[in-house]
C-alpha cells in the first residue's frame, strides 16, 4: 500500500508516495535510499515546482518527513515542547519521552535515525513570513539537528546538537577562571593546623586484674621449681625408693584368707 509523503530536504520540499507494506519510519531505516513515485520537487530558491515524476531521495539528505498515516509510539508517554532549529528548516513540536525519564541515567540510547514529534509546524528560517506549514506528526532526522531548545536536557536524542533553554548544560570555566595548583595548595588546610591528637587511653578491659586462677596456679608452679633448685636437683618429681620395681610393687597389706566357694567341704 503506498505511503503519502511529504519530505523536506535542505534543497526543497518533496511531496508523492511510497511503496511500502507497512510505516513511514520502516521504510526510511530500511534502506539508504527511497523511490518516491508521483514527486513533485518545490526549490526552496523561489523556483516554480518541476513536473511530476519518480524520484529517489536520499536518507542523509532528508530533514524531516510527514505522512497522513498515524506514526507508531509510545504507549504511556510525557510530551516535552521543544524547538528545533535543522538545516534551513525551523521545527516547533512536542517529544514523547517515558514517564520520569531522566537524561543522565539513562542506560540506553535511542536506536535508528529519526525521531518522531507530533503537532509539528516547520517554517524557514531565512524566510519565516513564508508561512508555516503544520503537520499532525513528523520524523527528524536527529543526526541534522544544529540547535534545541526544550525544558530537559534532550541532548541525548539529537548528537551534536547545540542545546539552548533550561535544558541546556552550564558554560564549561574557562582556562582563566580555574584554579591554579599553587592556589589550591595555599588553600588547602596545613599539618600545622590540625587539632592535636589525644593521647591513647587504656582501655579498662586491658587494665583488668588477672584472674585468680591463673595467679595461684603460677605461684604454685614457681614454688614447686625454686624448691627444686634449692636441693640441687632439676624440677622434675623424685622416683621412689628401691627403683622402678618398687614403684611398681603394691602396697603391703595383710591378706585375706581365700574365699570357700559353695559346695566345697568346710
Known amino acids: 500500500m503506498p505511503i503519502r509523503i511529504e519530505a523536506y530536504t535542505a534543497e526543497g520540499i518533496l511531496s508523492g508516495s511510497v511503496a511500502w507494506p507497512g510505516h513511514l519510519r520502516d521504510a526510511l531505516e530500511a534502506a539508504p535510499q527511497v523511490t518516491v513515485a508521483g514527486a513533485i520537487f518545490a526549490p526552496l530558491d523561489g523556483r516554480p515546482p518541476g513536473p511530476s515524476a519518480d524520484l529517489s531521495m536520499l536518507i542523509d539528505e532528508l530533514v524531516v518527513a510527514t505522512s497522513d498515516e498515524p506514526l507508531p509510539g509510545l504507549v504511556h508517554a510525557a510530551w516535552h515542547a521543544i524547538v528545533i532549529e535543522a538545516g534551513p528548516y525551523r521545527l516547533e513540536g512536542e517529544l514523547a519521552t517515558l514517564p520520569g525519564f531522566d537524561p543522565g541515567r539513562a542506560l540506553t540510547q535511542p536506536s535508528g535515525t529519526f525521531v518522531h514529534l507530533r503537532d509539528v509546524r516547520i517554517s524557514l528560517l531565512q524566510r519565516p513570513e513564508a508561512g508555516t506549514a503544520a503537520h499532525a506528526e513528523g520524523l527528524v532526522n536527529r543526526y541534522l539537528v544544529d540547535i534545541v531548545e526544550s525544558d530537559l536536557m534532550l541532548g541525548?536524542?539529537?548528537?551534536?546538537?547545540?542545546?539552548?533553554?533550561?535544558?541546556?548544560?552550564?558554560?564549561?570555566?574557562?582556562?582563566?577562571?580555574?584554579?591554579?595548583?599553587?592556589?589550591?595548595?595555599?588553600?588547602a588546610p596545613s599539618a600545622l593546623d590540625a587539632p592535636p591528637m589525644s593521647p591513647l587511653r587504656a582501655s579498662p578491659r586491658s587494665m583488668a586484674a588477672p584472674s585468680r586462677r591463673r595467679v595461684n596456679g603460677g605461684a604454685h608452679r614457681l614454688t614447686r621449681l625454686g624448691s627444686a633448685a634449692a636441693c640441687g636437683g632439676d624440677a622434675r618429681p623424685a622416683a621412689p625408693a628401691g627403683g622402678p620395681a618398687a614403684a611398681a610393687r603394691p602396697h603391703d597389706r595383710a591378706r585375706s584368707p581365700p574365699r570357700r566357694s559353695r559346695g566345697s567341704p568346710s
Request: hydrophobic share 45%; proline share 16%.
Open 156 to 187: 541525548f536524542f539529537f548528537p551534536g546538537a547545540r542545546m539552548e533553554g533550561a535544558g541546556a548544560l552550564p558554560p564549561k570555566p574557562s582556562a582563566a577562571a580555574r584554579p591554579s595548583a599553587a592556589q589550591l595548595n595555599a588553600d
